[in-house]
């Protein structure tokens, strides 16, 4: 079964300092991978996503997420918080058999706190 | 550019009330999706409609039905509301055979007394 985690519930960082946001998943075959964001009382919104290629994928806002097959993981980073980062951040997963659907698992999220 | 509209925002309902979660995307988008989002929980699928005419079981699909009404449309009812469906809903779009970039909508927030 697929299946993603996100192994911390909060991530506490200075502004200016980069961040990581931890992701592993458990997929048969190759995976296809995204993070979203979701800011409060808002819906989520895509980041970025890994599908082939390249294993350093770049998205919106100068985040960029590093896929890992080896240790099955696709953490999400930035070289440098802002404040305004702050926010929930989702990994997800699609299965290869997930049909001609945009079908996500996602998992459980991690608080991104930025402290000026 | 209103992209996907969910309507009720709120809504309280008794347990054994029923309701519809309204849901409509002006994208063009084939897929339409309902998510459920509890705390730790992250989103849950519930149903999930991949072109008109289809819908789908999702992951968590027990009390709900779905009705896709036409290309925008993607409706979610709850028939006999229970405690454990007080939640916030997310409605989600994508284009067809797109691979997992999701439009969604702000969500709807429902408490089952």
């Known amino acids: 079964a697929q299946s993603v985690a996100q192994p911390e519930d909060q991530v506490k960082v200075a502004e200016g300092n980069p961040l990581t946001v931890k992701c592993t998943y458990s997929v048969s075959g190759n995976p296809y991978l995204f993070w979203y964001v979701q800011y409060p009382n808002r819906g989520l919104q895509f980041l970025l996503k890994?599908?082939?290629?390249?294993?350093l994928v770049k998205g919106s806002y100068g985040f960029e997420a590093e896929f890992n097959k080896s240790q099955t993981s696709f953490h999400l980073k930035k070289p440098s918080a802002l404040v305004s980062d702050s926010a929930l951040y989702f990994c997800?997963?699609?299965?290869?058999?997930?049909?001609?659907?945009?079908?996500?698992?996602f998992g459980q999220g991690t608080t991104l706190q930025v402290k000026p | 550019n209103a992209g996907v509209t969910q309507t009720p925002k709120f809504q309280v309902l008794k347990t054994g009330q029923s309701m519809t979660l309204q849901c409509a995307q002006d994208?063009?988008?084939?897929?339409m999706y309902w998510y459920r989002q509890d705390p730790g929980m992250g989103l849950r699928l519930i149903y999930y409609s991949a072109s008109e005419g289809t819908t789908d079981k999702g992951e968590v699909p027990n009390g709900y039905n779905v009705s896709r009404l036409n290309k925008r449309e993607f409706s979610l009812r709850l028939e006999s509301a229970a405690p454990s469906q007080t939640s916030v809903y997310f409605c989600?779009?994508?284009?067809?055979?797109?691979?997992?970039?999701?439009?969604f909508g702000e969500g709807s927030r429902l408490t089952v007394l």
């Open positions: 994208m063009n988008h084939n897929s």
């Open positions: 890994y599908i082939t290629g390249d294993n």
């Open positions: 989600a779009s994508s284009r067809q055979g797109d691979t997992g970039e999701l439009f």
């Open positions: 997800a997963v699609r299965g290869p058999y997930s049909g001609n659907t945009g079908k996500l698992i």
